[in-house]
């Protein structure tokens, strides 16, 4: 949340309204411009009241969740199982797939909360659209056949009523799926299958982290509808060097990128280390001891010198 806030000051500092957005290198002001946060035509920011005002929230939040953990750390039980009121109901351990999925229930819940906060900002303030080139109100298509019809074609998308309405349909089914969650327990091939220890559960959470940081970096560096050039900057082509990257198709001079090029850039590189790190701890998870293998090369070593 501090960085958030800093960083949002720090970009504001520097931007020029003489050039657009998209080719200063930018990446948190943005995701608020496209929220419709004080802007003008095509793109340019008019008003910095908004930005300075949101920093600022993130900032003194940033204060409250870092007493919050103070707090926690040294004034709160050591064990939620001691703890009073509500709670006591969210201690778990690691091996407890009932009280897991209940925890994981919140979660959803509150992950659709946030995506129908999103719908209704859409609605009822407006959000930044490219075809016109300024902030309008967006009403959702809720439809169910046309999300699934966009499962494999995602980077066509150029609706923001078919954006908002995928988001409205994706909050129904995180809050059903969180209802779910929380009123049932796990049955059948999920409990015979998954692992339930620490190591399977952070494997899991790395595994949908790398899942989604890849869709979006191809959808970040392709899709001039939700990230639109005047924000953003022009598409990208992707490229081979040491390993794959985003690259942009206008120069901008040297050592200068546009901001799509560091979100799909920072997304892809993030997503492939995620992606080790859930092997990584699948692999613990299910009881493979990486000590061994240094151990095996040690000993082979030291045969070698004996030989």
Known sequence: MFWAGAFTL???????????MGEQGLIV???LAGLGFGLGENGTIIDSQPYIAIAAFHMVSSAVLGAAGFWHLF????????AEGRAKKFHFTWDDPNKLTFILGHHLIFLGLGAIAFVEWAKRHGIYDTAAGAVRT???NINFGMVWNYQTTFLSINSLEDVMGGHAVLAFILISGGAWHIASRPFGIFKKVLVYSGEAILSYSLAGLALMGFVTALWCSQNTTIYPVELYGDALKLSFGVAPYFQDTVSLGTDTYTSRAW?????????FFFLQGHLWHALRGMGFDFKKVSQALENMDTSRISA
């Open 10 to 20: 720090f970009e504001l500092s520097r931007y020029n309204a003489g050039i657009p």
């Open 29 to 31: 002001l943005p995701h």
């Open 75 to 82: 004034r709160s039980p050591k064990d939620l199982s001691q």
């Open 138 to 140: 967006v009403e959702p």
């Open 263 to 271: 979100l799909a850039n920072t997304h892809l590189f993030l997503a």
